[in-house]
């Protein structure tokens, strides 16, 4: 995680952006506590990690501040893709498309019928090539700088 903020985000972000998103992104271990936690691994080493919530938090590891953990309906309400980071030596390779595969099909098998994100401006690219749509951007400034991040969601009726 620490590799992916720090360096695929440069390009996207100003340095001062960069240490401000360590407020803003990381682990919430809810997701693993709740099983939805996907971690893979490739040539022996861990390539990248992501998963999906029926929690109410959008975004955001265990330090940042208003998390939500209300679940959620899957009759009127969107699972959360969460916490997903490639390590850069794995990037572009299909690591990020996977998980968000793994998702998808996990969410589904429990009723879901739309995903929500919170993309990061060098992970929109990975979500508009996967269908999702941008709902709306946000400036997110909890971490002293703010951070460009956009609110992203599917359909994943059958």
């Known amino acids: 995680?620490?590799?992916?903020?720090?360096?695929?985000?440069?390009?996207?972000?100003?340095?001062?952006?960069?240490?401000?998103?360590?407020?803003?992104?990381?682990?919430?271990?809810?997701l693993i506590a709740d099983?939805?936690?996907?971690?893979?691994?490739?040539?022996?080493?861990?390539?990248?990690?992501?998963g999906w919530s029926r929690r109410a938090t959008?975004?955001?590891?265990?330090?940042?501040?208003?998390?939500?953990?209300?679940?959620?309906?899957?009759?009127?309400?969107?699972?959360?893709?969460?916490?997903?980071?490639?390590?850069?030596?794995?990037?572009?390779?299909?690591?990020?498309?996977l998980i968000l595969a793994l998702c998808e099909d996990a969410a589904r098998a429990e009723g879901f019928t739309r995903l929500e994100l919170m993309g990061t401006l060098s992970g929109q690219p990975l979500y508009l090539s996967a269908g999702y749509t941008v709902i709306e951007e946000i400036l997110d400034d909890r971490g002293g700088e703010p951070v460009?991040?956009?609110?992203?969601?599917k359909s994943i009726a059958s």
């Open 35 to 50: 099983g939805t936690y996907f971690v893979i691994e490739a040539d022996g080493q861990i390539a990248g990690c992501g």
């Open 58 to 97: 959008l975004y955001g590891g265990d330090h940042s501040p208003g998390r939500d953990a209300a679940l959620l309906d899957p009759a009127r309400d969107a699972a959360r893709v969460r916490a997903m980071y490639t390590h850069p030596a794995f990037a572009r390779r299909g690591v990020g498309r």
């Open 148 to 153: 460009p991040l956009a609110r992203m969601g």
């Open 1 to 30: 995680m620490d590799a992916a903020i720090a360096e695929l985000q440069q390009g996207f972000l100003t340095p001062a952006q960069i240490a401000a998103s360590r407020t803003i992104m990381g682990l919430d271990r809810q």
